[in-house]
């Protein structure tokens, strides 16, 4: 140990001619340090390369200590940070630590009694969020007025929540196929667009209603790209765009740049090859991934987006469908 001023320097030195393995010598060194008060959970060890020169040792041989360490709970290793003491056992905390957690576990059903809800009932829902068991038995109906929404909004749901999403237009949901789908879904989303018809369909099948929206980055990167040059759209179903144009318009696009917008589908690779050719930057919906595969696109101009709807859309509809009741797919939380 050294001491610069009221704060604690921690030196580890390892001896290759001690009897004591280079591992037993780093944690007696540790554990010296934390009975006598001088590190506490949290404190920062000094880097392999640190510990590799004071001790003459390969910085590798340093590292699989330090892993060692981590696995018996006494280190964690941070990624671009280093090393830090952690010795609270997951089973055994600190008093004071048990008694921050025993206040927010308080706070919790308080505010949940507050909302109806009691203690047994709070446990229960705390099971289902952790387990996220009731979703095996849930499914999402997406409503919109054409394929390339109602299908890339049903792809999404289903990969970031593990749920079944089934793409249902507006024009099919008078057919009785269709309807059975509807009627055996756990809830509807519809987009701002729609809302008043999907307001109609969820009163007829008495389903709850989840809006969807778009990330705030998304048609902002679409809107700049236009204005710095030619945008090419590489989608499922190109007749979404008039109404997609129009939103743009309503936004604020100019006339002459949404004018730069070409929108092409998936399917057709010689019209993609010479449309990406044209445009400064490309958007390539997830739903042509299989159609465009092989094509070499300009990686230095595609834009790219992790997820298109907004994460508080989709932590809505998560909720929901976690939290309501499992057996009645028109149980309501309590407001």
């Known amino acids: 140990m050294a001491f610069r001023g009221l704060a604690v320097v ?16 780093a944690r007696d060194q540790i554990i010296s340090g934390l009975h ?19 001790s003459a040792l390969n910085v590798k041989t340093v590292m699989r200590i330090y892993r060692s360490l981590q696995r018996e709970g006494l280190v964690a290793l941070r990624k671009g940070s280093g090393a830090f003491i952690t010795v609270r056992d997951p089973d055994d905390f600190e008093p004071t630590q048990a008694a921050r957690l025993a206040r927010l576990l308080r706070r919790h059903l308080d505010e949940a009694s507050g909302m109806n809800i009691g203690p047994g009932a709070y446990v229960s829902l705390v099971h289902r969020v ?15 007025c054409n ?25 099919d949901a008078g057919d009785r196929t269709t309807a059975a789908v509807v009627r055996a879904s756990s809830i509807l989303a519809v987009t701002d667009f729609h809302y008043k018809e999907g307001i109609q369909i969820a009163r007829r099948f008495r389903k709850p209603l989840v809006r969807l929206r778009l990330r705030r980055d998304f048609l902002p990167a679409l809107m700049g790209a236009a204005r710095r040059g030619r945008l090419a ?15 743009l318009g309503l936004l604020g696009l100019p006339r002459d740049h949404l004018d730069r917008i070409s929108v092409v589908a998936g399917s057709d690779r010689a019209a993609v090859q010479r449309e990406v050719a044209r445009a400064d930057s490309v958007y390539v919906s997830p739903l042509c991934d299989r159609d465009i595969r092989g094509l070499v696109l300009p990686a230095d101009r595609l834009l790219t987006f992790v997820h298109h709807l907004a994460d508080d859309s989709l932590e809505e509809l998560e909720a929901w469908l976690l939290l309501s009741g499992a057996d009645d797919a028109r149980a309501s939380l309590p407001r």
């Open 130 to 144: 952790v387990t996220r068991s009731n979703l095996r038995s849930r499914s999402v109906v997406v409503l919109e």
């Open 147 to 171: 394929t390339e929404q109602i299908r890339l909004y049903a792809r999404e749901i289903e990969m970031r929540l593990g749920v079944e999403a089934h793409p249902i237009l507006f024009a």
């Open 233 to 247: 759209m590489v989608v499922h179903d190109p007749s979404f765009f008039p109404a997609f144009r129009r939103a």
């Open 36 to 54: 006598a008060g001088l590190l506490r959970h949290g404190d920062r060890l000094p880097s392999l390369r640190r510990v590799a020169a004071l």
């Open 10 to 25: 921690m030196k580890i030195r390892l001896d290759r001619g001690r009897k004591e393995s280079l591992l037993e010598q």
